[in-house]
């Protein structure tokens, strides 16, 4: 489960007029060195799966596992783009 600072920033369904869908995680209220990893077993990212928002152009599940670097703790979830 996430904590409360974490919250999904909107994507838009992948369509023929509109190939590429922005997704990510906000943070809020937190200055914390977080590490961000994002992985895919069927869609396909294009930009940034190192960073907090990303750009993908196929539809597909996505995997994201955030770690704070100065605690150790860490998060994982999944969406469906």
């Known amino acids: 489960m996430f904590p409360d600072f974490f919250r999904f ?3 838009f369904d992948i369509t023929c007029a509109d190939p590429i869908s922005n ?3 906000l943070t809020f209220g937190t200055n914390r060195n977080l590490s ?3 992985s895919t077993t069927s869609g ?4 940034g799966d190192t960073t907090a928002f990303i ?3 196929q539809s ?3 995997f994201h596992f955030s770690f ?3 605690n150790g703790c860490s998060w994982d979830t999944s969406i469906v783009v």
Do not use: S
């Not at 396909?44 to 930009?47: A, L, P, Q, V």
């Open 9 to 11: 920033y909107p994507y």
């Open 23 to 25: 997704l990510g995680l």
């Open 36 to 38: 961000f990893q994002w």
């Open 44 to 47: 396909n990212i294009i930009i």
């Open 55 to 57: 750009q993908v152009d």
């Open 60 to 62: 597909g599940n996505l």
């Open 68 to 70: 704070d670097v100065d």
